[in-house]
């Protein structure tokens, strides 16, 4: 009986734990030196939507691999498909959200543009 409910238990436990270690989250920050959306850790940024201050989305676009893990402004990101430049506009306010890996919550940054369009605040700085 003791047996049988061990392996029960190993049954459950050891999947379990390989799923849960093989997750990897959603969390993005804004690189300021890079003029970049970077992901942390194991993640990508797989599935990105960026909407503007009336919730408009302006642009959802796609990693086309595990290699997406930064995005710039204002030029083609080579990881992302071929329609990813984003140009962001003065004085605007944005949200990024990032939702590609299924086994995580989504995350999302704001960032805030001055008049020249480069990006003066920003929600996130850090994988902190």
């Known amino acids: ?4 409910r061990s392996t029960a238990k190993i049954g459950i436990v050891v999947p379990l734990s390989i799923l849960l270690a ?3 989250g959603n969390v993005i920050y804004f ?3 890079k ?3 970077v992901s942390c850790g194991c993640g990508s940024i797989g599935q990105m939507s960026i909407l503007n201050e009336t919730d408009s989305v302006i642009k959802t676009t796609w990693g086309i691999n595990r290699e997406a893990k930064e995005f710039y402004f ?11 430049m984003v140009n962001l506009q003065p004085n605007t306010k944005y949200l990024l959200i990032n939702y590609y890996n299924g086994d ?9 543009t001055g008049p020249d369009g480069q990006v003066v605040d920003a929600t ?4 902190k």
């Not at 995580?104 to 805030?112: R, V």
């Open 35 to 37: 003029n970049a959306v």
């Open 31 to 33: 690189d300021e030196k």
């Open 1 to 4: 009986m003791t047996i049988k």
């Open 124 to 127: 996130n700085r850090d994988c």
């Open 22 to 24: 093989s997750c990897c």
């Open 74 to 84: 204002g030029k083609v990101n080579s990881n992302f498909r071929e329609d990813s």
């Open 104 to 112: 995580a919550a989504p995350f999302h940054i704001e960032l805030t």
